[in-house]
């Protein structure tokens, strides 16, 4: 979860670039036989349950390529250990999971075995290992109910050793655990709804708990932030939220809106809320704020006043009021349904200015949200500015409205190029 309005996540990094395995969801469409077949869909509670369900587990994101058929598969995932691709998971009996049992479906979801067929951590069963039989069977259910297609997913294109399969039995017997620890503590019931929908459903420790160099999360940093290539997905602990502003209200309308005073849904946090997040119920978006925040919130903490020798910043606010000023305003107020406040922007509020570099560099595509809510795109200025004027830019933007350092330097940005 990374919530501004900043920097621009690669489509599904979050799943192609957490583990050191990460590797093969189109285990996921597996065809081999198996002596369970698919059972005839159950009524209509089950049905609605699972479709939403399957919302908040945004199995979209990876099942659903842009403009393809929904669950049809072929979204790609690109990785440093190769490229493959989101598996479909239709009810096409020859190319989806047609041929699937609930109970292919919940070892898969709760094991990483498909039928036979050993997923790698980038489906994220070491998060979905946690989601109850009742919900996976309610998942299967609505799954059976969707379009057949039949299409098959490309082949991945994996390197070696990374190609062999049977290395991730070994893997699973070592780091496969029942349970993920927690960023927060509590005990209300909303704390234990809001602890599955993170850590089950959400899978949110997938992308912000960082791993070891063997691809395991790392149990001792819980939502301690991770690198993703250029990016970072940011930390989510109660400590690192307070620290840039965030209040349990504010995360409820960011995760149901997509805009919030602290930022926008961008890159690769925009399509959770657009896929997932803002068909949450009131109760499970309260649930889900409370749990990453904890039963006792710590304070939001004020941004810190910007340096004694702000006139250092000059070059930077000039930059500023030529390029950006227009959208985010002269004093960084922002424009409704156009460019959020720079004020308070989380993302300026990040210790770690990578994001906030590739936002400027790359810029981020227009971004409509739940109702009327909608922010245009930004253009990317790599073209426009040098490294020294990104530099100059991003110092005036943290330490004025981050409370950050200003200590980008010409060689930060010319590594995120």
């Known amino acids: 979860m990374t919530p501004t309005h900043a920097p621009r996540f690669s ?12 590797l093969a969801l189109a ?32 199995c979209a994101a990876c099942h659903t ?14 990785s440093p250990y190769g490229t493959f691709y989101g598996s479909n998971i239709t009810p096409d009996k020859d190319h989806g999971i047609g041929n699937w049992s609930a109970d292919d479906f ?126 970072a997905a940011p930390e989510i602990t109660p400590a690192a939220l307070a620290a840039r502003g965030w209040t349990g209200q504010d995360l409820q309308t960011f995760f149901g809106v997509g805009i919030a005073p602290q930022g926008s849904a961008f890159g690769e946090m925009y399509p959770v809320v657009h896929l997932s997040t803002q068909y949450l119920t009131k109760d499970d978006l309260r649930g889900l704020s409370v749990y990453l925040l904890g039963d006792t919130p710590p304070a939001p903490q004020p941004v810190k006043p910007p340096p004694a020798d702000a006139a250092r910043l000059d070059p930077g606010r000039s930059i500023y009021i030529a390029v950006c000023a227009g959208c985010h305003g002269l004093s960084g107020e922002g424009k409704p349904h156009v460019a959020v406040a720079m004020n308070g922007n989380s993302t300026l509020r990040q210790s770690d200015p990578r994001n906030l570099l590739v936002a400027v560099l790359d810029g981020i595509d227009a971004q409509p949200f739940a109702g009327v809510e909608s922010m245009q795109s930004m253009p990317g200025f790599a073209h426009k500015l040098s490294d020294d004027d990104v530099a100059q830019l991003s110092n005036y933007l943290r330490a004025t409205w981050g409370g950050q350092a200003a200590d980008v330097k010409a060689d930060d940005v010319k590594a995120m190029r």
């Open 11 to 22: 489509r599904l990094a979050r799943h192609a670039l957490v583990a050191a395995c990460a």
């Open 27 to 58: 285990a996921c469409g597996s065809r081999e036989s198996s002596s369970s077949t698919a059972s005839a869909a159950p009524a209509g509670d089950a049905v609605a349950r699972g479709r939403y369900l399957v919302k908040a587990a945004d």
């Open 65 to 78: 390529a842009k403009d393809g058929a929904p669950f049809a598969g072929g979204v790609k995932l690109d």
């Open 106 to 231: 919940y070892r898969a979801l709760h094991d990483g075995d498909a039928r036979g067929k050993r997923l790698y951590p980038s489906m994220p069963y070491t998060s979905y290992r946690q989601l109850t039989r009742t919900d996976t069977d309610a998942m299967y259910a609505y799954l059976m109910t969707v379009k057949p297609v039949a299409a098959d997913a490309p082949a991945n294109e994996l390197k070696f050793p990374y190609n062999l399969r049977f290395g991730m039995a070994l893997w699973d017997l070592f780091f496969l655990k029942d349970s993920l620890p927690d960023a927060s503590t509590g005990q209300s019931a909303d704390w234990q709804r809001g602890r599955y929908l993170a850590n089950a459903l959400g899978h949110c420790a997938e992308c912000h708990t960082p791993r070891t160099f063997t691809g395991q999360l790392d149990g001792a940093k819980p939502f301690g932030g991770a690198a993703l290539g250029r990016v």
